[in-house]
């Protein structure tokens, strides 16, 4: 049974750093591209960052690129999302899922398997 937990969201001031982890159980996480996803009240959810299968190859949005930093630890079967810099309009709920395609597909329908989010809230 597939199974993603984040965690590691929290409360944090701008300009501070929070690292978002995203475990997987049931499967090896690097036969899967894994993206990370946030949904803020009231908005679509959108696509953050991505980290394919094939090469590990990365996509970031351009609202997070030169803050954030995606990268996974096969061994620990674990994806992290390290955001610094980060400003209020990163507050949302972040997600972790998985898609089987071995690159980054900007169609979030792809992704299948989804883990339950980890709050993130930037505020003074």
């Known amino acids: 049974q597939v199974q993603l937990v984040e965690s590691g969201g929290g409360l944090v001031q701008p300009g501070g750093s929070l690292r978002l982890s995203c475990a997987a159980s049931g499967f090896p996480l690097d036969y899967y591209t894994i993206g990370w996803f946030r949904q803020a009240p009231g908005k679509e959810r959108e696509g953050v960052s991505c980290?394919?299968?094939?090469?590990?190859?990365?996509y970031y949005a351009d609202s997070v690129k030169g803050r954030f930093t995606i990268s996974k630890d096969n061994a620990k079967n674990t994806v992290y999302l390290q955001m610094n810099r980060l400003k209020p309009e990163d507050t949302a709920v972040y997600y972790c899922?998985?898609?089987?395609?071995?690159?980054?597909?900007?169609?979030?329908?792809?992704?299948?398997?989804w883990g339950q989010g980890t709050q993130v809230t930037v505020s003074s």
């Open positions: 899922a998985t898609d089987r395609r071995d690159y980054c597909s900007r169609r979030i329908a792809d992704f299948a398997s």
């Open positions: 980290i394919s299968s094939s090469d590990g190859g990365t």
